[in-house]
């Protein structure tokens, strides 16, 4: 296999049953070269690296290495042309263990004793990178930002010399990112190649070299980094002004919602990943919980939702104990979610939009007429969800799998505060998400806090978690390290509490009504 010196992607198109996906791209990249690709989600960056990855054949154009047409049939191929990619959405096999996953892309697998020699590399590689995976471990017991690691590692490992990352940041901790983009940068000194699909134009402006931007499948701009700043790479984007900064309006908490008393929760090998977690959530307030991926959060809000069973503890809502019922009575009882993968388990994906639009309702009166749903309602509510959200789609009557990434999450928020719950809860709501959508589901959320309902935000953008909460809670191997108020002065030591190297005291945390 020879050495990519350049690549180029020569007036690429695609089309999805009639809707144009990619129309006459072309980009070039080159040895010892990171190129950014920027573009509001379902701008056709992920189907342009899913044809260079050969998951997608073009309808049309062609695919040059070292000034050689090439074509790529599968990701075999791919991988033999020395092209790599991490992507967004996770190609894990969920019953599966970490290793054996890895296993099934990596072609040095040995033949003798597999498991322990690449057991030992799995472990070498993730040392090297600061990665903590276990690969022995089961992929449907591991977070998203653990899932995450796993596919960085898998395409790692293969060694290639272009490497394609779709989002790869999304869920780790800013550290993690930062000793990531270190070994980016070594691996171009080196002369590899990367192209970075990000949301984040702080990433593109400090990693890349130079940047393409698409908008509805065309390419609207290019530059080199040093050339451009944030402000021009959003406008770019999304063709207006963004507000970088959300002003929040300081506002007097409410009745209480939620209380959580004393609560233990195991996780899926039966070990205490949530240990005697307690704390309150009030109305006209969004209370953070921050931390590292794994550490218990998923299992928390699993538990609140009524999707895990809670050891010990009592869950409480708005003076009802809800502790151990199930996922409907937890939802008619005023709690939504707004899950951490959205495709896994916010939507049905081969369902049209309309019954997307009331999963968890369905059982609901105004839609349904005896043994028969009221499918004239659904579709007027469906319509209206879309356009209150802004949701962009060819029509209510296409599969939910068919929209891009933000505008599932925007279908998913729709849906969830539709009903105006007394509580949502959200799991990294803008996670994987371009800068328009993002500010405008932090709008969404404030919004709600206005209306007097209570947000329980988790996040691993710490940036997200400063902006938008009032309380922010700092969790670290199922225990929280503290509760304070978003603009105490102690929270400059958030990553020393995230690391679980400092923990405030419970006389020393947050107010509560008790000590307004």
């Not at 970088?244 to 939620?258: H, N, Y």
């Not at 899950?339 to 609901?364: S, V, W």
């Not at 928020?413 to 539709?418: D, K, V």
């Not at 108020?485 to 419970?506: C, F, H, T, V, Y």
């Amino acid at each position: 296999m020879a050495k990519i010196e350049s690549l180029e992607m020569i007036n690429i198109s695609k089309s999805f049953q009639g809707v144009k996906a990619n129309s006459d791209i072309n980009i070039t990249v080159r040895e010892g070269e990171i190129l950014g690709l920027l573009g509001e989600n379902g701008a056709g960056k992920t189907t342009l690296m899913n044809i260079l990855y050969g998951l997608y054949q073009p309808d049309s154009g062609s695919i040059r290495i070292n000034g050689k047409n090439i074509t790529i049939h599968s990701p075999v191929d791919s991988r033999h042309h020395g092209i790599g990619m991490v992507h967004q959405h996770f190609m894990l096999i969920q019953n599966h263990t970490v290793a054996e996953n890895i296993a099934l892309g990596f072609e040095q697998t040995p033949q003798l004793f597999p498991q322990r020699n690449l057991n030992e590399k799995i472990l070498s590689f993730a040392e090297k990178f600061n990665f903590d995976v276990d690969p022995s471990r089961m992929v449907w017991q591991l977070s998203a930002g653990e899932q995450q690691r796993v596919e960085i590692l898998k395409a790692l490992m293969n060694g290639a010399d272009l490497l394609i990352l779709d989002e790869p940041t999304s869920v780790l901790t800013a550290q993690e990112s930062r000793d990531l983009f270190q070994n980016f940068r070594k691996m171009r000194d080196q002369g590899h190649m990367i192209i970075l699909i990000s949301h984040k134009l702080d990433e593109i402006l400090d990693l890349c070299d130079r940047v393409t931007v698409l908008q509805k499948g065309r390419v609207v701009g290019e530059a080199d980094t040093k050339e451009v700043d944030k402000k021009g790479l959003a406008r770019m984007m999304i063709g207006r002004d963004i507000i970088f900064q959300i002003e929040k309006e300081p506002m007097a908490r409410s009745e209480k919602v939620l209380d959580i008393e004393a609560v233990t929760v195991k996780s899926d090998k039966g070990l205490d990943v949530v240990r005697g977690v307690s704390f309150e959530i009030f109305r006209n307030e969004i209370f953070g919980i921050a931390g590292v991926s794994g550490n218990g959060q998923r299992e928390l809000v699993e538990a609140i939702t009524g999707l895990r069973r809670v050891e010990s503890g009592k869950i409480i809502m708005e003076g009802t104990d809800i502790t151990n019922q199930t996922a409907r009575f937890v939802y008619d009882s005023g709690i939504a979610h707004v899950p951490e993968e959205r495709i896994k388990f916010g939507i049905a994906p081969g369902l049209c939009l309309y019954d997307n639009a009331i999963l968890k309702q369905h059982h609901k009166s105004k839609y349904s007429a005896r043994l028969f749903l009221a499918y004239n309602k659904i579709k007027q509510h469906t319509q209206q969800l879309l356009s209150e959200f802004k949701v962009l789609a060819p029509s209510i009557n296409v599969q939910a799998k068919n929209l891009s990434g933000g505008n599932i999450q925007k279908l998913i928020l729709g849906r969830e505060i539709s009903e105006k719950p007394s509580l949502l809860v959200a799991s990294h709501p803008t996670y994987g998400l371009d800068v328009g959508a993002t500010e405008y589901l932090r709008n969404q959320l404030l919004k709600r806090r206005r209306e007097g309902g209570a947000v329980l935000l988790v996040s691993e953008d710490l940036e997200e978690i400063f902006e938008l909460c009032d309380r922010i809670a700092v969790m670290f191997r199922g225990e929280f390290m503290g509760i304070l108020d978003a603009d105490d002065e102690r929270l400059k030591d958030i990553g020393l509490m995230m690391a679980g190297s400092m923990r405030i005291p419970p006389e020393e945390r947050g107010q509560t009504t008790d000590d307004r």
